[in-house]
């Protein structure tokens, strides 16, 4: 059976779209598809609620309605496990999945427990079924789901992958951090609670020095791996949904990089995308870094390792809490937009100063009884005053090829443009 999927990154609209703008040229291109995904990287409610202690980097607040204006591009999927999700707390969350719900969106990621987080969304099509899992990698622990035990109710919060960091010294670096911990006391309470059996030691030949684990080595680095119980329980998710699903499609939301920039994947995202498609994942979509990473062919089934933005107005907020004014020692009176400015200075501008966070990817796969045909990608250009976007133009298609070319390098992926979009070479 032919099944044709199409996606999006992230979708941040916190404000309207006006009479003037036009889905209509994306519109197309997304309809022509069975299965059309977005990721919602804000809350969405219509009344006041709590704001949680803690936010994915800024609090991102819609109103509902403005769901309505994103799904006129004709999606029929939802990722919804981000950094954002738990922004405001646990109404965020049921308000945000019920106005989906209520618009008969299939949505998945997060939920009441880790059960239901964690469990796929289907999307009937025509051409069969197709099933959704949406995962993150980013997140403030209070924002994990929780499942039940024999007396307590699960914990509501995003379907959570973990991941354990190992850095590798060299031997005099290893000397110096002994030193320096041994002159700070860094880890005095830690050791203390470590003698109890309250925090774990570090791992096999690791020296924990406050909350990271240093390996000696004579080469550097910093060196990451999935957690097993999150990647067995996705692996499981997968083998599940496909026996009643045509296929399966993971977003994995991840703001970690390898090194400095993030362009380039950490090597538990790696890890991850290439065990999905193992377990029988038809592809991988990561979302996250608002810029364009690598896209990778391994087994002959695609992983997007970040898709960039597809709307980008995180900019935008009409409400915030005071522990964003206080954490940056704001002045009292000052309107969210105006805080949001001020921090801007404290920088280089912020994400919304990066010409390179709004220009991203719009996939469009064709599977054929589980094999992958032909993959286009729809270069996209966002307006970096309103984060709406638009196909790109020729110019703009050249410099989003240019730079695709030179992070596919690292996996060998070939590319090339054909009227006017940008096509991936398969192997046969």
């Not at 009441?112 to 099509?125: F, H, P």
């Not at 692996?235 to 970690?256: D, W, Y």
């Not at 937009?337 to 990066?354: M, P, T, Y």
Request: hydrophobic letters at 35%; a negative charge; glycine letters at 8%.
């Amino acid at each position: 059976m032919k099944q044709m999927i199409c996606s999006v990154g992230d979708a941040i609209l916190l404000e309207r779209f006006p009479e003037s703008y036009d889905v209509a040229p994306i519109k197309e291109i997304v309809e022509k598809a069975d299965v059309k995904l977005f990721n919602l990287e804000n809350v969405l409610s219509d009344r006041r609620i709590y704001a949680s202690s803690y936010c994915g980097g800024t609090w991102l607040l819609a109103k509902e309605d403005t769901l309505d204006d994103t799904l006129k591009f004709g999606f029929n999927g939802c990722s919804f496990a981000n950094n954002h999700t738990m922004d405001f707390s646990y109404d965020g969350l049921f308000d945000t999945i019920n106005a989906a719900k209520k618009r008969n969106l299939p949505i998945c990621g997060a939920g009441k427990d880790l059960e239901e987080a964690s469990d796929y969304a289907v999307i009937e099509t025509e051409n069969g079924k197709c099933a959704l899992i949406s995962i993150c990698a980013t997140f403030n622990d209070a924002a994990r789901a929780g499942n039940a035990s024999d007396y307590l109710i699960g914990r509501p919060g995003l379907n959570p992958l973990r991941f354990s960091i190992e850095y590798h010294i060299t031997p005099d670096h290893m000397a110096a951090l002994k030193e320096m911990s041994a002159g700070t006391h860094i880890d005095g309470r830690r050791n203390r609670s470590r003698m109890g059996g309250y925090t774990p030691m570090p791992p096999e030949g690791c020296f924990g020095f406050g909350e990271y684990n240093f390996r000696e080595s004579e080469t550097e680095g910093k060196f990451s791996r999935v957690n097993p119980v999150d990647m067995q329980r996705t692996e499981n998710t997968i083998k599940r949904a496909l026996v009643e699903c045509e296929n399966v499609v993971v977003n994995i939301h991840s703001h970690e990089i390898k090194h400095d920039t993030d362009d380039e994947p950490d090597d538990f995202l790696i890890e991850f995308c290439r065990r999905c498609i193992d377990a029988g994942a038809a592809c991988v979509i990561g979302t996250g870094t608002h810029q364009l990473k690598a896209v990778e062919i391994y087994k002959n089934k695609p992983i997007f390792y970040s898709l960039g933005n597809f709307i980008f107005q995180s900019d935008m907020v009409f409400c915030m809490p005071d522990d964003f004014r206080e954490k940056y020692n704001m002045q009292m009176g000052l309107t969210a937009k105006e805080q949001i400015a001020e921090r801007a200075k404290l920088g280089n501008g912020g994400l919304h100063n990066d010409v390179n966070n709004f220009r991203s990817l719009m996939p469009f796969m064709i599977f054929e009884d589980g094999k992958l045909m032909k993959l286009v990608l729809y270069p996209l250009r966002l307006d970096m005053h309103t984060g709406f976007p638009a196909l790109a133009d020729q110019k703009e298609t050249q410099i989003i090829f240019d730079y695709l070319c030179d992070r596919n390098r690292q996996f060998g992926t070939k590319i090339e443009i054909k009227n006017g979009v940008i096509e991936v070479q398969l192997n046969d």
